[in-house]
């Protein structure tokens, strides 16, 4: 027994150099330590008893020096397998960069950058309001109480909290501003994403953005506002685009238009527009008897589809490269 612990240990000391990989060191390792020399002391018992004590004291002095040295091995690979990948991944910096991709803007992101850089132009300042709202901002205070069948127009996402929902429209914007400014004369756009539970369509989504616009002053009229109007669209689209006012109804401009360019495809809306009621403009803090002021808004997703005859508004959202990479 004392001559096989004596070959194991030397057998499995000459084994371990020859290893190369932690695979076969594991290998090795169960084979020797949890099988044979763990089979070799269980058997002590059925040796003679003058011979137990050496059979046992040199069974475990050939297991603590074989883990001794599957430990220092198992170093020793693990080196020599960093080494090796060290080497087989170096980077050759003689080599040319790899060039790359950078990306884009959304395309809806880059017309609402430039719907606001030519308002800038004009001389409007931008305003930002919050998206969520309380239903007095959003409704109310824009004269739209409560059962005004106004509020169809407007599919509300509600929350769990009485009264806050998601803003439907940038409109609720003109009261922040207004009571911010008054009564001082204001030129603001308010851009900003709006939020409407609505079936999606070709030319329809549930949330989008808008760009508000707002002027408040003494002697505003209608024709301030289709000259502006105007302006916007000849310096968005080309000086050749036809413009055209349609009669509508909103609650909080009086009276209202829905504005149209000719595109490809015939006339397109990109905005609703109309002089502030002056209901909105006594709850903004401004005396209508005094102060008049013309509104806008309009939708950078629309204005998009009309300036690149994009078919429908769905492509926006749903991340297709396809699509988005034509920008």
Not at 80 to 85: G, P, Q
Not at 197 to 220: K, P
Not at 243 to 262: G, K, L, N
Not at 282 to 287: F, I, M, T
Request: proline share 6%.
């Amino acid at each position: 027994m004392l001559k096989r612990l004596e070959d194991l240990q030397a057998d499995t000391l000459a084994e371990l150099e020859a290893l190369t990989t932690m695979d076969e060191l594991r290998t090795l390792r169960s084979r020797v330590l949890k099988g044979e020399i763990t089979e070799i002391l269980r058997s002590i018992g059925s040796l003679p008893p003058e011979e137990r004590p050496a059979v046992g004291q040199l069974g475990n002095e050939v297991r603590q020096t074989l883990e001794a040295a599957f430990a220092e091995r198992e170093e020793q690979i693990k080196a020599e397998e960093l080494a090796r990948e060290l080497e087989e991944g170096a980077i050759d910096v003689t080599l040319p960069g790899r060039p790359v991709q950078t990306g884009r803007l959304h395309p809806a992101t880059r017309t609402l950058r430039e719907v606001i850089n030519i308002w800038r132009e004009m001389g409007f300042q931008v305003y930002l309001s919050r998206d969520v709202e309380d239903d007095d901002t959003n409704f109310t205070l824009l004269n739209i109480p409560q059962h005004h069948p106004a509020r169809d127009m407007w599919d509300t996402f509600y929350t769990t909290r009485d009264g806050v929902i998601l803003r439907t429209h940038t409109s609720p914007g003109q009261i922040h501003a207004m009571r911010e400014y008054a009564p001082e004369p204001i030129r603001v756009i308010l851009p900003g994403m709006v939020y409407r539970y609505e079936q999606v369509d070709a030319t329809h989504e549930m949330q989008f953005n808008q760009v508000e616009g707002l002027v408040v002053g003494r002697n505003i009229r209608m024709s301030d506002l289709k000259g502006t109007m105007i302006a916007f669209a000849h310096r968005m689209y080309g000086p050749e685009r036809r413009v055209r006012f349609r009669c509508s109804h909103f609650p909080f401009t009086e009276p209202s238009v829905e504005i149209d360019i000719e595109g490809d495809n015939g006339w397109l809306e990109i905005a609703g527009a109309g002089m502030v009621h002056p209901v909105v403009l006594k709850n903004g803090g401004y005396d209508p008897r005094e102060y008049s002021g013309f509104a806008f808004g309009m939708g950078p997703e629309r204005v998009t589809l009309l300036k690149h005859s994009i078919e429908d508004i769905r492509y926006f959202w749903q991340n297709d490269l396809r699509f988005l990479e034509q920008f």
